[in-house]
């Protein structure tokens, strides 16, 4: 069984940072492509920003230049600059692979606030 498990969440203000990991259990390698997305109170899950084995990375129109995904041999982070109160939502690790298909993790919330 396959478990992704994310850290790094909480209260920020608006105009600061904050870096969220993923840890996977197993190899993360096993996954060939891993992504973030977030989900605002009442609004539906959107893909944040996505990074393949190859490291090839794309983000979404809102985030680009300001948040970055990258991943080691160990984990996959997402570090968040310039944040602003639009960005609070529970963010989501996701992996998939042709092999193990899609999986989850549990949520981190994300809170920007002054």
């Known amino acids: 069984q396959v478990q992704l498990v994310e850290s790094g969440g909480g209260l920020v203000q608006p105009g600061g940072s904050l870096r969220l990991s993923c840890a996977a259990s197993g190899s993360i390698f096993r996954f060939n492509v891993m992504g973030w997305y977030r989900q605002a109170p009442g609004k539906e899950r959107e893909l944040v920003a996505v990074?393949?084995?190859?490291?090839s990375t794309d983000y979404s129109d809102s985030v680009k230049g300001r948040f970055t995904i990258s991943r080691d041999n160990a984990k996959m982070y997402l570090q968040m600059n310039s944040l602003k109160p639009e960005d609070t939502a529970v963010y989501y690790c996701?992996?998939?692979?042709?092999?193990?298909?899609?999986?989850w993790g549990q949520g981190t919330q994300v809170t920007v606030s002054s």
């Open positions: 990074i393949g084995s190859g490291g």
């Open positions: 996701m992996g998939t692979s042709p092999a193990l298909g899609a999986y």
